[in-house]
Nanobody, 113 residues
Framework: QVQLVESGGGLVQPGESLRLSCAAS??????YAWYRQVPGQQRELVGS???????YYADSVKGRFTISRDNTENTVYLQMNNLKPEDTAVYYCKATRFALVYWGQGTQVTVSS
């Protein structure tokens, strides 16, 4: 059974940091991506990382967020620094292998003073 389990969300103040984790089980994946969604809005891509380590970041998070992966642990991370109120959203992990796509359950990140 394939599962993606996210953790690390929470409530922080502007300027603080959080690290999200997404632990995969049941399969190894080539590409991981982090998305976020605000109620009433479309889910947006935050960034991604391939098996070769190639990374993509949305302009809104470049220089503040970093994606990394630990292939031995089948885990992908999203290090979020200098968080802003507009980063508030539910963050989702997506994993792909060929035509197979899996999503995590989401973790809430709230940035507020």
């Amino acid at each position: 059974q394939v599962q993606l389990v996210e953790s690390g969300g929470g409530l922080v103040q502007p300027g603080e940091s959080l690290r999200l984790s997404c632990a995969a089980s049941g399969m190894t994946f080539s590409t991981y991506a982090w998305y976020r969604q605000v109620p009433g809005q479309q889910r947006e891509l935050v960034g991604s990382i391939t098996s070769a380590g190639n990374r993509y970041y949305a302009d809104s998070v470049k220089g503040r967020f970093t994606i990394s992966r630990d292939n031995t642990e089948n885990t992908v991370y999203l290090q979020m620094n200098n968080l802003k109120p507009e980063d508030t959203a539910v963050y989702y992990c997506k994993a792909t292998r060929f035509a197979l796509v899996y999503w995590g359950q989401g973790t809430q990140v709230t940035v507020s003073s």
